[in-house]
């Protein structure tokens, strides 16, 4: 028994008329109806005639499953048409299939005729009686796509009147002896004169559009009519898109511009060239210019009113192009005139109650309203439009637009910053505490934790997989940065172990990177029923040009049903996919794994820079380029900085710019040009946000630089202010992680100031903080702080200071860079010759080996204080062994070093500037 179930009955909608029971049936939709009888014919066959193989069979079901698929677009195409399109089967059976056809359309001469074919095709739904099926014997399943589309024709003809017939009988005598060759008719333009001026103002914006050179893809002209306001979406129009010169196509490196002129482009054609440009603005909105795609919208939108995607298109232009104005006057465009009727969240229309306001409209124009203002740093009104949005989704029992919109609350206290001033724009500290309602005001991470774990059941209740995954990644980024507490404050409680987890980081990250496994389960197979499968239409013209296949085919239509088929997993699955890897890379980065760090960003870089946003693959370069500069030095690291300027769009280089001033300043402070250096800490200050609560990644990374700026000119001081700063305002944002940073600095100003006393505290709290995180390369550069403050001490602490160093040592030359490696070398070096029971004499390759290791590493890493300090040593220990040659030249590198600190001219800090 072969089953028939093309694509299940998912596209139902599309090709059976868009939701209602009966649509318009036309002689195109007779002549599908008695290809799906060639198809599977109620015979005995395994393989019916004319077929010779069961991929011969399969070619006809392909073709039929995309026919029907389009049977709803704006123009039917011709019989003509048809049976040349009936060639992509076979070209030795096409004369078969071309007389049959029309034999079978010339017997449909009355209404007994039509009663009569439609009960002969009846038959290939109905199974035999019983339920006795032979292995060879074939039937269509009723529910799969090709299933309801011969019920819905069935139907539609139940329901015509023996008017309606005897206009269908008309249609088909036309439809069999018409002109092969299609053209509008002429009353469908009004005058001449109107013809004449749009001709004019097309060839105009096409001359206009040519000379943009970035302009890919671009629509370089549209004729056509508009779509009627009374017009609903879906439904089968005579009217549609002729375009003038068609579209330019981008594929990778190829290119390939079509010139056939008066070209008909479908609703899906024209949404796939949408769809296209979406994924272009995400990926690269440089690729898209503002101006020009904007025209090409603009004119689009003047002739079909009625597709509500152009508008949307236009918000998404202006969002990535941070034109906020224009962005939010698209958008409440959008929503004034569309939201509501497509369905926003699942693939079902919004019902209409008795007022006639459609339900789960106003939620997700306060949802898309409040990203908005999120993308653009206006925290306060984007949670205010949220938090509505939470309210307006209850109310309506809209759990699909709640389920979102918790998430957004997540993401933007998650990019904001949770200071507890959130706590009352989120709602009352006690409505999102325990479920009693009875704990104490919980704190702002407590809050978030809830709204994760919420959101996070609501998406796997609903079964929207794609918002799972990443709310899976933003549980993943909570477990990271927080530690879990309680929420009750009465009662029996559990041990509480408050520290952070990596297992649950490890397992959210596992859960979310199942999405590409999860696929095609569940709801997020209709992805493909939005119009994205559509895409693969402008993709597959480029492809078949460099295969040299064009030739074979008579149009669009059949290279796009055979010789390119669209990829089954849509970008934004990918692009979870890929973010799962990302944040793999910042997890072993906490925790202290260089090389899973690199390992798991050139995954990225590698797997999924085809789908990648340009600010996610500029963070996987970032992560990469650091990687060398910490363990390669310099050089290296700004060939690659170079590279990855070339990769990535001028307009998303943000990250790129940040980790060149970065690597700038670390080189200089390293290089003791302290003036260049001040002036990059300068230029950092000023990228971040004047706004609280935003860009606190940066504003803290600006205030840790222009410490350590102050600690080197020995402005202790002032260094210890910045820093103090810091930590209160890392506090009052729940930074914990930051704060082990920043307390490690003040430790390390007290110890350069001669306060070590002072010192240790610091360096104890930032080593606890470091154990509740699991920061373990962090840890043991606080455990080597704390060993340098305890030399500084006096002779008395190098017994318990050496053991401290060799307890650290696995994971610093494990996975520390160049600079950790050397301080913990030298500090090993210290503490023998501070230990009053160790004699040099009897064994100095426990001293010169770890000195000389130390001063190779700050040679590549150009750290010349470091460098002086460590050769200053191997002349001290040389100098005792009584080694006069080797003394001489260790104090001959000594003295170079020092003189490079204390004087360089400002060729050498162009020469920085010039990276």
């Not at 739904?125 to 292995?135: K, R």
């Not at 009147?161 to 439809?175: N, P, Q, R």
């Not at 209709?526 to 008579?554: E, H, I, P, Q, Y």
Request: with cysteine; net charge negative.
């Amino acid at each position: 028994m072969s089953l028939f179930s093309l694509g299940g009955g998912q596209g139902s909608r599309e090709s059976g008329g868009g939701g209602a029971a009966v649509y318009d049936l036309t002689p195109h939709k007779i002549a599908l109806c008695q290809l799906i009888h060639v198809f599977a014919p109620p015979a005995q066959n395994l393989l019916p005639f004319p077929f010779q193989s069961v991929s011969h069979h399969n070619r006809l079901g392909l073709l039929l499953f995309s026919l029907t698929r389009s049977c709803e677009d704006y123009l039917e195409p011709p019989l003509e048409e048809l049976l040349n399109q009936l060639k992509a089967i076979d070209v030795t059976v096409h004369d078969w299939f071309r007389d049959h056809l029309t034999t079978e359309l010339d017997t449909l001469t009355s209404a007994d005729d039509l009663f009569n074919f439609f009960d002969k095709v009846q038959t290939v739904l109905v199974a035999p009686e019983g339920g006795n099926l032979d292995g060879d014997q074939i039937f269509l399943d009723p529910s799969s796509h090709l299933g309801i589309f011969l019920r819905c024709c069935i139907l539609a003809f139940n329901s015509l009147s023996f008017e309606g017939i005897c206009h269908l009988l008309a249609k088909i005598g036309t439809y069999c002896t018409a002109n092969f060759a299609y053209e509008l008719a002429e009353e469908e333009f009004n005058t001449d004169h109107e013809m004449l001026e749009m001709h004019m103002q097309m060839e105009g914006m096409q001359r206009e559009l040519t000379d943009d050179e970035e302009m890919e893809p671009s629509i370089l002209a549209i004729y056509g009519q508009g779509f009627g306001p009374e017009t609903p979406m879906g439904e089968s129009s005579s009217s549609g898109f002729r375009m003038h010169s068609a579209f330019r196509y981008h594929g990778g490196n190829n290119q390939r511009e079509e010139h056939n002129l008066d070209i008909l482009r479908s609703r899906w054609q024209i949404e796939g060239y949408l769809n296209e440009q979406a994924d272009l603005l995400e990926k690269n909105s440089s690729s898209v210019p503002l101006n020009s795609f904007n025209a090409a919208l603009s004119h689009i939108q003047k002739l079909a009113p009625n597709l509500h995607r152009v508008q949307y298109l236009q918000y998404l232009n202006a969002l990535y192009h941070d034109d906020f104005v224009s962005a939010a006057d698209s958008l409440h465009h959008y929503f004034d005139y569309s939201a509501g009727k497509d369905g926003l969240f699942n693939r079902i229309s919004p019902q209409v109650p008795q007022s006639g306001i459609i339900l789960g409209r106003y939620e997700a124009a306060l949802l898309s309203l409040g990203t908005l203002h999120s993308r653009f740093g206006h925290s306060k009104t984007a949670l205010d439009a949220l938090t509505e949005a939470v309210c307006f989704s209850q109310r309506n029992n809209d759990d699909a637009c709640l389920t979102y919109t918790l998430a957004a609350i997540c993401n933007l206290l998650f990019e904001t910053g949770t200071s507890r001033h959130s706590i009352g724009v989120i709602g009352s500290p006690h409505s999102l505490g325990t479920s009693t309602g009875m704990g104490t005001p919980s704190s702002t991470q407590q809050l978030l934790l809830v709204l994760l774990k919420r959101s996070l059941k609501r998406a796997d209740s609903l079964k929207l997989t794609s918002l799972l995954a990443h709310n899976r990644l933003t549980l993943a980024k909570f477990d990271l940065k927080h530690v879990k507490r309680p929420l009750l404050s009465f009662g029996p409680k559990a041990s509480t172990n408050l520290k952070t987890c990596p297992i649950d980081v490890c397992r959210e990250l596992r859960l979310s990177g199942r999405v590409l496994t999860d696929f095609g389960s569940d709801n997020i197979s209709l992805l493909n029923d939005s119009g994205t499968f559509s895409t693969s239409w402008l993709k597959n013209l480029a492809a078949v040009d460099n295969n040299n296949m064009w030739g074979l085919c008579r149009n669009d239509y059949d290279v796009f049903n055979w010789y390119v088929q669209p990829s089954p997993i849509p970008a934004s699955v990918l692009q979870l996919a890929g973010s799962s890897y990302l944040l793999r890379s910042t997890s072993w980065e906490h925790y202290g794994s260089a090389p899973l760090v690199r390992a798991n960003a050139l995954v990225y870089a590698t797997c999924f820079a085809d789908v990648a946003s340009s600010s996610e693959l500029s963070l996987a370069y970032v992560k990469l380029i650091q990687h060398l500069a910490v363990f390669n030095g310099y050089t290296e690291a700004f060939s690659a900085l170079k590279f990855a300027e070339e990769k990535v769009p001028s307009t998303s280089k943000f990250q790129i710019s940040l980790l060149k001033l970065q690597l700038l300043h670390d080189r200089a402070l390293h290089r003791g040009h302290l003036k260049l250096a001040q002036s990059i800490c300068d230029e950092l200050g000023v990228l971040a946000s004047s706004g609280n609560g935003v860009d606190m990644d940066l504003k803290t990374e600006a205030g840790l630089r222009q410490a350590r700026t102050l600690l080197a000119s020995n402005q202790f001081g002032q260094a210890e202010t910045v820093a103090s700063d810091l930590f209160c305002t890392c506090y009052k944002y729940n930074m914990q992680v930051e704060n082990a940073t920043v307390l490690l600095l003040l430790a390390e100003i007290q110890k350069k100031s001669g306060n070590a006393v002072l010192g240790l505290p610091y360096a104890l709290a930032s080593l606890s903080f470091c154990k509740a995180f699991n920061l373990d390369l962090l840890e043991a550069c606080a455990a080597l702080t704390i060993v340098e403050l305890w030399l500084v001490l006096g002779p008395g602490h190098a017994k318990r200071a050496s053991s401290l160093v060799h307890r650290s040592l696995p994971m610093i030359l494990g996975h520390g860079g160049l600079e950790l490696r050397a301080r913990a070398n030298i500090a090993l070096a210290k503490c023998y010759l501070s230990d009053p029971t160790f004699s040099i004499s009897v064994d100095p390759s426990c001293v010169l080996d770890p000195l000389c290791q130390a001063a190779e590493e700050l040679q590549i890493l150009e750290y010349n204080e470091m460098a002086a300090e460590a050769f200053y040593l191997i002349a001290m220990v040389y100098n005792n062994l009584g080694m006069a040659d080797e003394r001489e030249q260790a104090a001959a590198s000594f003295r170079d070093y020092v003189f490079a600190l204390e004087k360089h001219n400002e060729a050498e800090d162009e020469e920085l500037m010039s990276y």
